[in-house]
């Protein structure tokens, strides 16, 4: 157990709709991060959050949108949802800003668009 | 932008085999992570390396980062069972940014 909880564990919804990811990361960490991996592929960095602020911005879409609250917890909003956005959608954490510390993952958030 | 390349993608191996998979970034990279992620799990973080040349050992692995620290690699001795997974590697060049590599996923027969 890393101490990253992520809800839901699954989440089945139709194409155009929107949903919401909710992450808290391991006590005392004050960044978060986002990340989508798709059925055997890699992990793609979308966002991180330090402290409630946009550190570090990846290959996040538009329709995307993530923020990191006073008590450190993170939502990830995907609206306009499409087939391709169906993935394994992991929040991670760590203690500092910079990405050269090692990054705790949640058990992840499985998301599927019918 | 900078790319973290990783070969080969797959490899199955006999329990018993050695396995090594390689790392290697369009960039010079300030460190490296590796990263093991279980069938149906999460990414575990395993070690990092940060100094050229550098060699870290953790029982039956060890990993590398190249002299230019522009290349990583892991090998496993004697692979188990319990090493089927996907392992990733993850270069930071500094820019605040780690890249993960696509990954080799190991698979091993008993």
């Known amino acids: 157990d890393s101490g990253v909880t992520q809800t839901p564990k699954h989440l089945i919804t139709a194409t155009g709709q929107r949903v919401t990811l909710r992450c808290s990361p391991r006590?005392?960490?004050?960044?978060v991060y986002w990340y989508q991996q798709s059925l055997d592929q890699g992990l793609q960095f979308l966002i991180q959050?330090?402290?409630?602020?946009?550190?570090a911005k990846g290959n996040i879409l538009e329709r995307f949108s993530a923020q990191q609250f006073p008590d450190l917890h993170s939502e990830l909003n995907l609206s306009s949802l499409e087939l391709g956005d169906s993935a394994l959608y992991f929040c991670?954490?760590?203690?500092?800003?910079?990405?050269?510390?090692?990054?705790?993952f949640g058990p992840g958030t499985r998301l599927t668009v019918t | 932008g900078q790319q973290v390349m990783q070969i080969p993608q797959y490899q199955h191996v006999q329990e018993g085999e050695d396995f090594t998979t390689y790392c290697n970034s369009s960039?010079?990279?300030?460190?490296i992570q590796w990263y093991k992620q279980r069938p149906g799990g999460h990414p575990v973080f395993l070690i990092q390396?940060?100094?050229?040349?550098e060699v870290k050992k953790q029982k039956r692995l060890t990993f590398q980062f190249g002299e230019a620290k522009k290349n990583s690699s892991l090998h496993i001795t004697a692979t188990q069972t319990t090493d089927v997974g996907t392992y990733f590697c993850?270069?930071?060049?500094?820019?605040?940014?780690?890249?993960f590599g696509g990954g080799t996923r190991l698979m091993v027969k008993p």
């Open positions: 991670a954490s760590s203690a500092s800003g910079g990405q050269s510390y090692e990054q705790y």
């Open positions: 006590s005392g960490d004050l960044s």
């Open positions: 390396l940060v100094k050229s040349g």
């Open positions: 959050y330090y402290n409630g602020e946009e550190r």
């Open positions: 960039t010079t990279l300030s460190n």
């Open positions: 993850a270069g930071d060049n500094a820019g605040n940014m780690l890249t």
